[in-house]
């Protein structure tokens, strides 16, 4: 059984290029990669760390850059969450779905899509989720401006 | 004209959908059922493609209580932000609350009192238990059962005024602060839990015999709607769900937060007495079996309630995150409601990224009612339990 490896350690060895930081230590662990390399670092998570589940997909908006964050889980044995970060330039996100081979990341990136403006390339269905398909923006980016009105609905009030 | 949803036409999905028995050939027709529907407790939109009674896809169409909460979240200050949780999932608000407030705890390092935590506990559990017997009686309503509905609420009402007592809110809480909690519980309080508790055990049989092991009840959800242990991970269904699909995995046994390690508790395991792993039955039953669970940890913590303060005292009003990051989650009655929270040192938080439980919950509408009957695709949605305001929050 090799279910227990830590993500830095696991990456290190099989994606040594890919990995551009890691933070062992704190309150929140984690290991940034290049983007394009999202998917195969997610595959090592799940053969050799023991990632059974994706848990969460964020996105933060750095005003210099974007980060997207995924958050795996690992339930046994010594459940505990394990993080992968890439950092994307603010004007043109794009970062390889997880789609195909995380089922749970289907509707985590649409909501990231249309909250935060990343493209997830190769997502089988990449539309807004939460808000209507004529929504103006993406809320979670630091600049957005508040629509003053929404199909004639004074939104000022 | 072919009708499309966001950007795909349905008929272009027609593929994936498994060849079904189809002893008589009706025309296909495309319909809306909701946002205004009884049995999708709350605003969701599922658009049905069927061919006579059967399911050929159910896609959920959700958003319409879209108010951005992390937005909101960052353009407040701390204090401000706590009560603005409680509005995503409005059933199970205090554990959301606990969400939240762990993950900023965790980032800031600030240390809680122990009595703080043994109120939460007792507290968050208390609402777990209102949460599970409105599900357990909607998911009823749902299968045509509408007596077992007011039994359930007669002892919810009475949690209710329980928790509305220490709080001063029936529904939406903001009790659980930075740092500890707000009120403390009298004695008197305490021994009329204790026997709350008691009653609830109490009228398990009763509900059990109402509803659980009702023929008719059975027959309806027993095989069900099944879904799988590998479907449930991959989607990133936690909570009874997953528990119901045969995984035992419960955050507050596996990565114990808020003192839970001092209680004794089981955490029950599907599959149950009747019916299959997975099904609308299971998960129906697995919600009452944690409720007996729930009354197993108040009582505990109500003997074994230590005294002392009740909020550490440097969390004020102008208090502040120091820089920082942090992801911690929690078990909420639908499952795993988690916070991702990152802080640059200012009044606001920089981002809170929370995950709603019901959102990856309601993901797998669209897998799991392939070929079923419209009449058990509301057993399949009922024995999900999700609450819109955290789908869409």
Redesign the interface.
Known sequence: MSGVRSPAEALSDALPDAVVEVVAEGTHPFVRVEPESIVEAARVLKEQCGAEMLHQISGVDFEDRIEVVYHFARLAPDPDFLCLKVSLPRDDPVVPTLAHEWRAANWAERETWDLLGVRFSGHPHLFRILLPEDWEGHPLRKDYAFPESYHGIDCTQ | MTPSI???ALNQREASVPALPRDIQTEELVFNMGPQHPSTHGVLRVVLRTDGEVVLEAQPL??NL?R?C??IL?NLTYVQGVPYVDRMDYLGSLNMELGLVLAVE??A?IEVPKRAQYLRVILCEMNRIASHLMAAGQFGLDMGAFTPFLYMFREREEGIRLLDEVTGGRLLYHYIRYGGVTRDVSDDWIGRTAVWCDRIDAHMQEYNDLLTYNHIFLNRACGVAIIDKQTA????ATGPILRAAG?G?D?RK??PYSSYEDFEFDIPVGPFDKGVVGDSWSRYKQRLLEMTQSTRIIRQALDKLPEGEIQHKKVTRGWKAPA????V?SEAPRG?I?C?F?SDGGKKP??C?M?GPS??NI?LLE?TSRGLLIGDLIALMGSIDITLGEV??
């Not at chain 2, 991970?233 to 990133?236: E, P, S, V």
């Open positions: 966001q950007g795909v959700i958003g879209h951005c992390e937005k960052e965790k980032a390092a991970l991959a989607f990133g995984v995995r955050l596996d990565m920082g990051e942090a992801y989650a795993e988690s991702y990152v920089y981002r990224r995950r959102f990856f993901a897998e869409d929050r």
